[in-house]
């Protein structure tokens, strides 16, 4: 696991998107503290910088979100 600190501007970006339905789907909306992405910490590495380089692309194609799954530990 490990902790990120990103603009609240890349939550609007699709990408982000996917990854809040997939917190959502796992830990709900009802959890305290900070907001847990259940996705391996590699995998969000390479989105933040599509988002960091303001690259739309959409993710499904370009990289595998398999490691993104609400049956993976929380990172």
């Keep these: 696991m490990k902790r990120f600190i990103i603009p609240t501007e890349y939550l609007s970006h699709r990408a982000f998107g996917i990854l809040l339905r997939e ?3 796992e830990f709900g909306f009802q959890h ?3 907001l847990r992405i259940p996705c391996e910490v590699h995998v969000f590495e390479k989105i933040l ?3 960091e380089e303001k690259k739309e692309v959409f993710f499904i194609h370009e990289m595998s979100f398999s490691d993104c799954s609400s049956k993976r ?3």
Aim: proline letters at 0%.
């Design 73 to 75: 530990e929380a990172r």
């Design 32 to 34: 305290e503290g900070v």
């Design 49 to 51: 910088k599509l988002v």
């Design 23 to 25: 917190a959502e789907e």
